[in-house]
């Protein structure tokens, strides 16, 4: 009986700590369009390079529509699996991003 008081207390206490939102969203809610790359590491962590290619790649829908971006777009990929956060960045400023897999997709920039 004791346990079960600790374990739902401890519950009870968790549920009122947060909004819900993963910490990756949380974190990509900051970011914004033109924040530089060095801004968008402060914010995000150390993120992982990721070329064109491994994101059409990727099984997740709906896809991350890179068309009309500039021809020197560079990604970068924030988690494994899912949840999963790619931003785009021309001339080191973020021009597209979007978090995938914490509900609807929310981009940035489109």
Not at 12 to 17: K, M, N, R, T
Not at 23 to 52: C, F, I, N, R, W
């Amino acid at each position: 009986m004791r346990l079960s008081l600790v374990i739902g207390s401890f519950a009870l206490a968790l549920a009122g700590c947060g909004d819900g939102k993963h910490a990756l969203e949380k974190k990509y809610d900051q970011l914004s369009l033109g924040m530089t790359a060095e801004q968008v590491k402060q914010v995000m962590g150390e993120g992982k390079p990721v070329t064109a290619a491994e994101i059409a790649a990727y099984p997740e829908h709906p896809k991350l529509d890179t068309t009309g971006l500039p021809a020197d777009t560079r990604w970068v990929r924030w988690g494994e699996g899912l949840p999963y956060v790619l931003v785009g960045f021309s001339q080191d400023k973020v021009v597209l991003a979007q978090v995938l897999g914490v509900g609807p997709p929310k981009p940035i920039g489109r």
